[in-house]
């Protein structure tokens, strides 16, 4: 599943990276603790937060992620933002908490990451 | 000695946090800090005290107080504030840290860590992943500052931001928790934090700029009325013993 239909999907607001949403997400991972993110996720995973702080968009960067899925209507703070268009990492919002938002995604086929 | 009062900012980063601009050089970090008036300042960098002594000795040559620490993330990616007195307690508390830090960095996503000497001179880049959390929870981290030979000082990091805050990550700070003080960050003042977290009415209170440039230092401070700019004077200046006091 492509980024531009999960967006479409789930209604999400597109924050940053918009152009980068031709992106195939290969998993999916829900984690609010960037360590944990930066052992366990891997390239093209879609990462699920509320974490809102400009780290986010370096360990996207470092791990190569696909695009970081924000709930409960958390707005990323300025510093987050400029940084993730700069990267061009995409910053999705979504309504729903982080419960509600992944059991739809996986029911839309996307599968969690491994845990290694 | 005689008590006079000072203006310290507890809370400056170096070109080593990846974070930092490269003009947190030893030289500009002390040069800004003199503008703005300050007499003592700390330098913390993330899980590391590798540009401390440089800062140190452009201090000692300008009239600049420098407390030497480093800001620890911990497993819980809560960040803690320890400073010591003594050199070889904050080299030792450094290697215990190292040792529960995994990782090397990446220096396109998360930056430059600048090793540099006092006379703003790069000797080195530290390679180990400075941004990421050690394995340390909260206590250990604690701990492992109260088991140094000389006296250490330990305050939770902007207590009042979202992210890697010991509330934030937590919801409140664990009773058994030691910790000499908690800081506010330049996002609002100390009566507001005290109002919107009840953990801020039962830890003295500081107040520092968390400069990752040299236009941030000193943008907050806390004054300690002290004999001098040590671990040992700033801590009965937070718990208002002999005279001293700190104020915010």
Not at chain 1, 12 to 20: A, I, P
Not at chain 2, 160 to 182: E, H, K, M, N, Y
């Amino acid at each position: 599943m492509k980024l531009n239909d999960i967006v479409k999907d789930f209604g999400l607001e597109v924050k940053t990276g918009s152009s980068h949403l031709d992106r195939e997400v290969t998993a999916g991972y829900v984690s609010d603790l960037l360590s944990d993110v930066l052992a366990h996720a891997d390239e093209g995973v879609l990462w699920v937060t509320l974490h809102i702080h400009q780290n986010i968009v370096a360990v996207a960067a470092h791990k190569d992620l696909a695009g970081i899925i924000l709930v409960q209507g958390r707005d990323p703070e300025k510093d987050t933002v400029a940084k993730a268009e700069e990267e061009g990492i995409p910053i999705m919002v979504s309504s729903l908490s982080a419960f509600e938002l992944v059991g739809r995604l996986y029911k839309a086929g996307i599968r969690g990451a491994e845990a290694h | 000695m005689a008590l006079r009062r000072i203006k310290a900012d507890l809370h400056v980063h170096t070109c080593l946090s990846p974070c930092s601009g490269l003009d947190m050089s030893p030289r500009e970090i002390v040069n800004a800090a003199l503008q703005r008036g300050l007499d003592l300042i700390g330098v913390c960098d993330h899980n590391s005290a590798e540009n401390v002594l440089a800062v140190k000795k452009a201090g000692e040559r300008n009239g600049l107080m420098v407390l030497g620490g480093m800001e620890v993330a911990s497993s819980e990616e809560a960040h803690i504030l320890v400073f010591f007195d003594d050199d070889d307690d904050l080299l030792g508390f450094q290697k215990h840290i190292y040792r529960h830090l995994a990782g090397r960095n990446d220096e396109h996503a998360f930056g430059l860590q600048v090793i540099a000497d006092d006379e703003d001179g790069v000797t080195g880049f530290c390679d180990r992943l400075l941004i990421a959390a050690t394995s340390l929870p909260v206590e250990a981290i604690v701990a492992a500052a109260r088991a140094a030979k000389g006296e250490s000082l330990v305050i939770a990091a902007h207590v009042d931001r979202q992210s890697f805050s010991i509330i934030g990550q937590l919801g409140f700070i664990p009773r058994t928790l030691v910790l000499d003080a908690v800081e506010v960050s330049a996002q609002m003042t100390a009566d507001e934090a005290k109002e919107r977290f009840p953990d801020c009415r039962k830890y003295p209170v500081i107040t520092s700029s968390d400069a990752h440039g040299p236009e941030d230092i000193g943008k907050r401070f806390t004054c300690f009325t002290v004999e001098d700019g040590s671990v040992a004077e700033i801590k009965k200046a937070l718990t208002g013993r002999d005279g001293r006091k700190a104020e915010c």
